[in-house]
């Protein structure tokens, strides 16, 4: 049997070259040897105030780029979170063994909650949601990015402490990365990740920028004062603009030594921004069609909640009869 694969990502901002390379682009090459499930993560998306048409508006974009960028309906699921309501119901009864200080320690919930003025509750709970996600379906492989390391390990915990104090119930997610994806800076600032809600508009290549758009960001990416590209020296925006190629290629070393060494800057980021309009034409082609075919995407998805549902509510179900509740 093969082992069932699990991970989210948030309907806010822009998806853009950066989620791609780092988890969309290993996604698709690993949905074939998992049982894969790819959640739109609606109610983890709620902890910070979206605008309800906006949001709606993203899941549905969203499903579509996974669905341009090549995850298959046939061999991998595709669920929003909220069409499935044990994902919630689950991250109840797991907030019941989890200690509040497990969850205060987090740094993301730090860095976020010291930019609100009031802090929901659902910024605290949000690894507990995730963890629920991940346990919904026994999920063993968890394809996240450093980012999310932390809150994978709590989810760890959350299932280890649940198991010891109910009895053998979760499978342990594992914590290695099958294929580790690449780690794309921001092109105005390649010591920062490229992030879907960092502001600046030179920030970051969404997967729908036009390639008129996609190309003047390139072309304006932070570099340094050097005049042509050495591998001895390589800066960490010459460095960033590389490595985008070769995630986009699929290049090694040394291949990208030959195709790039010695350009003048002008012309590395030319080639660069071939490699990535070249690739970004054919998704926001598909895209295109997936938009305009009336019913396709709505039926995705539905499809998608109606296979995954049934795992949901046998886990639901067990863990109801561990934990003694009545239903
Ligand atoms: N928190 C993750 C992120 O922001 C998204 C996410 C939600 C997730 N639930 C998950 C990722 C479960 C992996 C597994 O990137």
Partial sequence: MKARVFSGVQPTGNLHIGNYLGALKNWV??????????????????????????????????AALFLAAGIDPKHST???????????ELAWMLTCVTPVGWLERMTQYKAKSQAQETVGDGLLQYPVLMTADILVYQAAVVPVGEDQAQHLELARDIAQ??????????VMPGTSLPLAGAR??????PTKKMSKSAAGSGHAIGLSDAPEVARKKIMRATTDSQPAVDFENLSPGVLNLIEISKAFMGWGSQQANAEFSGLRYGDLKKKVADIVVSHLEPMQKRYAEI?????????VLKEGAERVSPIAKSTVQLVKERMGLYA
């Fill in 161 to 170: 402490r649940f198991n010891s104090l109910y009895g053998e119930t979760f």
């Fill in 291 to 299: 938009m305009n075919e009336p019913g396709y995407l709505t039926g």
């Fill in 29 to 62: 090459e690993i949905q074939g040897n998992y049982e894969s499930i790819f959640g739109i993560v609606d109610l983890h998306a709620v902890t910070v105030y979206q605008e309800p048409a906006e949001l709606r508006a993203k899941i549905l974009e969203t």
């Fill in 78 to 88: 595709i669920v929003v979170q909220s069409s499935v309501p044990e994902h919630a």
């Fill in 184 to 189: 794309v800076m921001g092109l105005d600032d």
